[in-house]
């Protein structure tokens, strides 16, 4: 069963350029996450897509933004890249719900460098 | 708005002994509430988890964690530290039925393990 993958591993861009982070849920999940983490702090929360749909948004700019895709998989892009853009990007993926689903399970991330 | 602190950046113990680490939240509500173990360069790795029911629960690698209403804290235990136990440990508190997937986190603890 394989887990929650992301791609890619690192990526290295300067300052006004545009990024794409791609991500596969954990089978079985329909729910994708994204969370930036930056140095020394926890991760925080991006937005949230089910049914290829954003559901909920945490406090980024429209610089950032998302898709889902029929088979769950998901797309984080941001555009106008700034130095403090530079984080550890997490995807995690969960099922739609409460209780037990409510578990979300993390990839391992991808560490954006902006220079 | 759901918050999570932990008030302590940095602990340091030495290997076989007991550990504790602190968190505590803000939230409307009866929480869902998370401790995560993040190792360098590394995703997040579920810990264990509180949903409702026995205040005191188990997760994985002999790690256990209270829930204290009266004090918001739930608190991560382990009675004897491994030295594989060094890494960043985060809590987080989840929205429930309605909002499956979003948490919130707190700025993560560091452990060190002495031999």
């Known amino acids: 069963d394989a887990g929650v993958t992301q791609s890619p591993t690192h990526l290295i861009k300067t300052r006004g350029q545009q990024v794409t982070l791609r991500c596969s849920p954990k089978s079985g999940h329909d729910t994708v996450s994204w969370y930036q983490q930056a140095l020394g702090q926890g991760p925080q929360f991006i937005f949230q897509?089910?049914?290829?749909?954003?559901?909920q948004r945490g406090n980024f700019p429209d610089r950032f933004s998302g898709h889902q895709f029929p088979n769950y998989s998901s797309e984080l892009n941001v555009n106008a890249l700034l130095l403090g853009d530079s984080a550890l990007y997490l995807c995690?993926?969960?099922?739609?719900?409460?209780?037990?689903?409510?578990?979300?399970?993390f990839g391992a991330g991808t560490r954006l460098s902006v220079l | 708005a759901q918050s999570v602190t932990q008030p302590d950046i940095h602990i340091t113990v030495s290997e076989g002994a007991s550990l504790e680490l602190r968190c505590n939240y803000s939230?409307?509500?009866?929480?869902?509430l998370f401790w995560y173990v993040q190792s360098p360069g590394q995703g997040l790795q579920l810990l264990l988890k509180y949903f409702s029911g026995d205040t005191l629960v188990q997760g994985i690698k002999g790690f256990e964690a209270e829930f204290k209403r009266s004090q918001s804290s739930f608190n991560l235990r382990k009675p004897s530290v491994h030295w594989s136990d060094a890494a960043e440990y985060f809590c987080a508190v989840g929205a429930g039925n309605t909002n499956a997937g979003k948490s919130t986190f707190g700025d993560g603890t560091t452990l060190t393990v002495k031999p």
């Open positions: 939230y409307g509500a009866t929480p869902y």
């Open positions: 897509y089910y049914e290829e749909e954003e559901r």
């Open positions: 995690a993926s969960s099922l739609v719900g409460g209780g037990a689903k409510n578990i979300q399970y």
